[in-house]
C-alpha cells in the first residue's frame, strides 16, 4: 500500500537523504522516498503493515537526525 506523508521541518536535502535510508530499512516497508523541495515522504507498505507505528518510528528517525523535524499524516 502506498502512502503520502508531510515533512515539517527538514532544513537540508542532505539529511533527507539520510531519513529516507534509514526508513528503508524499517520492517513493512517495501520503499521509500523523501523529498526536500516537496516536502512529502512517500512510502510503499507491506499489505499487513501497520501504518501508525511505522509513522512513529518515521518521526523517531526523523528527529534523531533533524532535530525538530516531524512526519504528518494529511
Avoid: R
Avoid at 503493515?49 to 526523523?62: F, G, S, T
Wanted: proline share 1%; glycine share 6%; hydrophobic share 40%.
Amino acid at each position: 500500500m502506498k502512502k503520502k506523508f508531510k515533512i515539517e521541518g527538514l532544513l537540508c536535502a542532505n539529511c533527507g537523504n539520510k531519513i529516507e535510508e534509514e526508513i528503508k530499512n524499517l520492517a513493512g516497508v517495501n520503499d521509500a522516498n523523501v523529498s526536500f523541495l516537496t516536502e512529502k515522504v512517500k512510502l510503499d507498505l507491506a499489505d499487513d503493515a501497520n501504518v501508525d507505528e511505522i509513522l512513529d518510528m518515521c518521526n523517531k528517525i526523523a528527529d534523531k537526525i533533524e532535530p525538530g523535524s516531524k512526519i504528518i499524516s494529511k
